[in-house]
């Protein structure tokens, strides 16, 4: 029997379980469909957000969409689940949830506090009745700060992570573009480099490049080698300069096993890198990166809509008291995304979600060359998600990855959000970027002599 | 005639550190934002890529340029019947559909040796471009070496494994899949190549050995194909592929005679 009916004029549309009607709710996606867990046509996904709108918030504590004892990811969402910062809204249901967060009366701390008590499927199961405004509005309502060498996420705040990559990582040709998005004013998330090569012995000669950039010249920033949370513990071992620990993580066990971790391995790597204590203003040290459709491509999505499993992975991230977390939204590809719509919708549900449920996002704004989608498809995700607080974007030279084979978001993009929306970088970087004669006062960039001492630098020449 | 080429670029030696790097930097700037050779620059890049993506394999043409060379052909079919179908449904482009199966269960020269399928897969651009070159010179190498070339499959709209299940009904010791790599913004023309030791469909990627980026300024066919030859030889020596099998030291192959 159907656990929830709409009857509809000439239709009586059924539901079978919870997971069901969610994926059933969800906007269009093709990797849903891929899944063959997607509404069948446009009626009845109206129809399954109208039951969705009704179920009450309690329910999803009560009935778990994978069991309790077949997933450490449900377990950690149970278990550290808090009834008192749940209680205002615990008579709730979806709906009534939607209109609560969209009230006057929910301002940042109020939010700030609800955190705790929010569950991951609650707040995918919100997003799903959400239009995008509201997507936007409640995102830009909350708000998460956090630090190591430079605050990152305060009010008026924008960040960039400068992602120098390499198809061969060679040291010079990163270095080189570590100056130019330096002399572009970005970096002041991260500098993060995508290995091409996950070997111990290449993770350990970016991480001291990265640290020698970033002491030479006083950078208050933090430096991220993104390999394997295996590889970096073993770096780590061999004392070398780890700043931040990345991992890709995911929302249920079996995909998290196919990446190679698990909770306690996460653990693991947390201590150790706050152990080394190589932070100055903070010790935010986890840097997670996620993305729909990883849970499907892994097999291992147990029959749950591919934005649940996502809002899933950013319970796994909380638990680490990450830096930074980003979606890497539009790179897995059309079977998942398919266009310009489906990545702008999925890139502002997962930032809304992340933020609801406390975390410090970031979005990598970003497509791949068989998506539907182009650079203006780009630049409307970003000054969505500009106006929705966004933590931090990507920053590739002229957005084109050549490592990675994706076009992402560029040093440019930033000069462009930061002028039509006031926005500036995190504040020890803004004073570093001023005393390098890099920005003036207003945030403005200067021209660039050729005596300025990052093009100086002997690493690079 | 005033044009943003006037705007100031970057200083020299910024813009020196590009001989470091592909990557798109000093670029320069409008304000804050790109100036307009540089905005138009990506747009061309993206455009080839998308052209690339979107381009109609032609099976006809490319069995007329292999003929050409004395290679036989055979046309077949996938699953997926229309470029957006191929892009939002990759497990159809991993099989054949019902009336190639029959098609080549009704061959006469199974068991074969080795198969050689091209498709055009996410860059008809690079199957085009490199396809039959590639071919060529890997049916030359392989002749050479005393084997037996089933003739080229060509497949539209197939993806890396779609080579188990016509090697599997052929019987064939190996096969090798040449299609289009996605294109990036700087090489819309990419061709990758994957063979298998033991195709049949239970072959995953860990069973297979890859050769990328073959086009003019990467890898070139004639350089790829010797590489590939070389993969076949050491994997029929080994009775595998895939991680079992290396590519680093493989054994040169026999010197070319003189004619």
Redesign the interface.
């Known amino acids: 029997m159907s656990r929830w009916t709409c009857p509809l004029e000439g239709r009586r549309h059924q539901f079978d379980s919870l997971a069901d009607l969610m994926a059933k709710a969800t906007p269009l996606r093709?990797g849903d469909?891929?899944a063959g867990l997607a509404a069948g046509d446009a009626e009845e996904r109206v129809a399954a957000q109208l039951c969705l709108a009704d179920v009450p918030l309690e329910l999803f504590i009560e009935e778990p969409l994978i069991p309790y004892e077949q997933d450490e990811v449900t377990r950690l969402i149970a278990d550290r689940h808090d009834r008192d910062a749940f209680a205002p809204v615990a008579h709730l249901s979806v709906g009534g949830f939607r209109d609560w967060l969209l009230a006057f009366s929910a301002q940042e701390e109020v939010l700030t506090g609800l955190a705790p008590g929010l569950t991951p499927e609650m707040v995918s199961a919100v997003s799903k009745i959400m239009s995008n405004q509201d997507l936007i509005l409640v995102a830009q309502k909350c708000r998460r700060e956090t630090a190591f060498r430079n605050t990152l996420g305060t009010a008026g705040c924008l960040a960039v992570r400068l992602q120098?990559?390499?198809p061969t990582d060679?040291p010079?040709?990163?270095?080189?573009?570590i100056?130019?998005g330096l002399?572009?004013g970005c970096g002041d998330a991260c500098i993060g480099i995508n290995p091409a090569t996950d070997s111990v012995d290449s993770t350990i000669e970016l991480l001291k490049l990265l640290d020698d950039v970033i002491r030479h010249y006083a950078i208050p920033t933090q430096s991220c080698v993104l390999s394997h949370v295996t590889t970096t513990l073993e770096a780590m071992e061999r004392e070398a300069p780890v700043d931040l620990v990345f991992q890709s993580v995911a929302g249920t066990e079996a995909a998290n096993s196919a990446f190679g971790i698990s909770l306690s391995l996460l653990r693991e790597a947390q201590a150790a890198a706050q152990s080394l204590s190589r932070g100055t203003v903070g010790n935010n040290v986890m840097y997670f990166e996620t993305g729909q459709g990883s849970a499907l491509s892994a097999d291992a999505h147990h029959g749950i809509d591919q934005q649940t499993c996502e809002a899933r992975a950013y319970a796994v991230a909380r638990e680490f008291d990450p830096l930074l977390v980003n979606t890497v939204v539009g790179f897995i590809g059309?079977?998942y995304l398919?266009d310009g719509k489906q990545i702008i919708r999925a890139g502002l549900e997962d930032h809304f979600c992340g933020k609801l449920l406390g975390l410090p996002m970031g979005v990598d704004v970003c497509y791949?060359?068989?998506a539907e989608a182009?650079?203006d498809d780009m630049d409307n995700l970003l000054t969505l998600l500009g106006v929705a607080g966004c933590n931090y974007f990507m920053g590739v030279?002229?957005?084109?990855d050549?490592m990675l084979?994706?076009?992402s978001t560029?040093f440019?993009d930033s000069?462009?959000l930061?002028?039509v929306l006031g926005l500036k970088p995190a504040p020890e970087f803004a004073a570093w970027l001023e005393g390098m004669n890099i920005t003036d006062t207003n945030g403005?960039?200067c021209?660039?002599?050729?005596n300025?001492p990052l093009?100086e630098a002997k690493s690079?020449? | 005639m005033t044009s943003s080429k006037h705007l100031p670029v970057a200083a020299p030696n910024w813009t020196d550190l590009r001989h470091l790097t592909d990557a798109r930097i000093a670029l320069g700037r409008a304000g804050g934002s790109l100036r307009t050779p540089t905005l138009l620059d990506f747009r061309l890049a993206h455009a080839r890529a998308r052209d690339a993506v979107h381009a109609e394999f032609d099976a006809a043409n490319l069995a007329a340029v292999l003929r050409e060379a004395n290679l036989e052909t055979l046309a077949l079919a996938s699953r997926a019947r229309s470029r957006a179908q191929f892009l939002l449904r990759p497990d159809l482009g991993r099989r054949l559909e019902a009336g190639a199966v029959e098609r080549l269960n009704s061959r006469t020269d199974r068991p074969a040796d080795i198969v050689i399928l091209l498709s055009d897969g996410l860059s008809a651009t690079a199957a085009h471009a490199h396809g039959p070159d590639t071919a060529i010179c890997l049916h030359r190498h392989l002749t050479r070496l005393g084997r037996t070339v089933f003739p080229v499959v060509l497949v539209p709209f197939g993806r890396v494994k779609l080579q188990d299940e016509v090697g599997e009904i052929l019987q064939a010791k190996q096969t090798v899949m040449l299609l289009g790599e996605r294109p990036g913004l700087g090489a819309p023309d990419s061709l990758g190549a994957y063979l298998t030791y033991g195709p049949e469909q239970r072959r995953n990627d860990a069973d297979r050995n890859c050769v990328s980026n073959i086009r003019a300024s990467g890898l070139p066919p004639e350089a790829a194909a010797e590489k590939l030859a070389q993969l076949l030889t050491e994997s029929l020596r080994l009775k595998t592929s895939g991680v079992q099998l290396k590519d680093t030291q493989l054994p040169p192959l026999p010197p070319v005679p003189r004619d």
Not at chain 1, 172 to 177: G, W
Not at chain 1, 397 to 400: C, E, L, R, S, T
Not at chain 1, 447 to 450: A, D, L, R, S
């Open positions: 093709s469909q891929l120098p990559n390499h060679d010079r040709a990163i270095a080189a573009s100056v130019d002399l572009y059309p079977e398919y791949t060359n068989h182009d650079q030279p002229g957005a084109d050549i084979g994706y076009q560029s440019h000069h462009y930061r002028q403005r960039l021209e660039i002599g050729e300025h093009l690079v020449s």
